[in-house]
């Protein structure tokens, strides 16, 4: 009985073991994100599905200052882009600032080399400069956006970065 007693005992201790390592296994493994990512969350809301005419596939926009009473020049939102997800070809008359906070994408300046983005990166978009930026093909990316000098007008768009680009710009 005591020897059937202790097989039992140690049986509890090693599954409680086993699961207590798989389980630190799985926390190790998601907490180190790389180049791809499925989780898009920030500490800023997701906001509201964009409109199709200014973006190719599923882009999610929170405006988080509108500056509607004008005393900053200013509007701040968060933009998240689901994979293949990017804006059209545009400008900016007051230029733009956007600081990546999550998952891979790019940048690119008409008839530039895309610059890949992580998080944490800074891009400082000079005025009235054609340019695009969103996700990288299998990865989320979520950036701040500044418009800056909005008196200056709103951005102008200029037509949809078409798949070939695209591809063009992400290849590895
Ligand atoms: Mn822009």
């Known amino acids: 009985m005591i020897c059937r007693k202790g097989v039992q005992e140690m049986k509890r201790i090693l ?74 070809w545009h400008s900016h008359p007051g230029g733009q600032i956007l600081l990546v906070t999550k998952g891979t994408g790019y940048y690119q300046e008409k008839g530039k080399p895309a610059r890949l983005l992580r998080e944490g990166d800074v891009v400082a978009i000079p005025k009235n400069t054609a340019h695009w930026h969103g996700a990288a093909p299998e990865s989320h990316l979520v950036h701040l956006g500044m418009s800056t000098q909005v008196h200056l007008g709103p951005a102008e768009w200029l037509g949809p970065v ?11």
């Open 162 to 172: 078409t798949d070939e680009q695209y591809r063009e710009a992400t290849a590895k």
């Open 15 to 88: 599954t409680g073991t086993i699961i207590f390592a798989l389980s630190m296994m799985y926390m190790v493994s998601c907490g180190n994100q790389g180049g791809i990512t499925m989780d898009n969350n920030t500490v800023f809301a997701k906001g509201d599905k964009a409109s199709n005419s200014i973006f190719s596939n599923t882009v999610w926009v929170n405006m988080l200052v509108t500056d509607e009473e004008k005393a900053f020049d200013t509007q701040v939102y968060n933009v998240t882009f689901e994979p293949a997800a990017r804006t059209y």
